[in-house]
Nanobody
């Protein structure tokens, strides 16, 4: 059974930082493309950052230069370091993993990030 578990969310003041973690069981992030998505109230879920099997990272324009996605293969965990947070970053953040060659992808349950002004 595949499980993705996000953690690290919370309440932070504008300008602050958080680091989200996504730990996987049942799939290997070493051979998976992994993305961080977020969904704010009343808005569609959007891709924030992603990392390929080869380690290439991509970011939404809105977070470029402030967010960093990384992967620890030994811990089978993907991180999202978020700096200079602003209130518009308030959302539930979800981790998504798609193993290479698989038609299936997997979602975590999400972690709430709230940025106060």
């Amino acid at each position: 059974q595949v499980q993705l578990l996000e953690s690290g969310g919370g309440l932070v003041q504008a300008g602050g930082s958080l680091r989200l973690s996504c730990a996987a069981a049942g799939i290997s992030f070493r051979i998976s493309a992994v993305g961080w998505f977020r969904q704010a109230p009343g808005k569609q879920r959007e891709l924030v950052a992603s990392i390929t099997v080869g380690g290439s990272a991509n970011y939404a324009d809105s977070v470029q230069g402030r967010f960093t996605i990384s992967r620890d293969n030994d811990k089978n965990t993907v991180y999202l370091q978020m700096n200079s947070l602003q209130p518009e970053a308030t959302a539930v953040y979800y981790c998504n993993g798609r193993p290479q060659g698989s038609i299936s992808d997997y979602w975590g349950q999400g972690t709430q990030v709230t940025v106060s002004s």
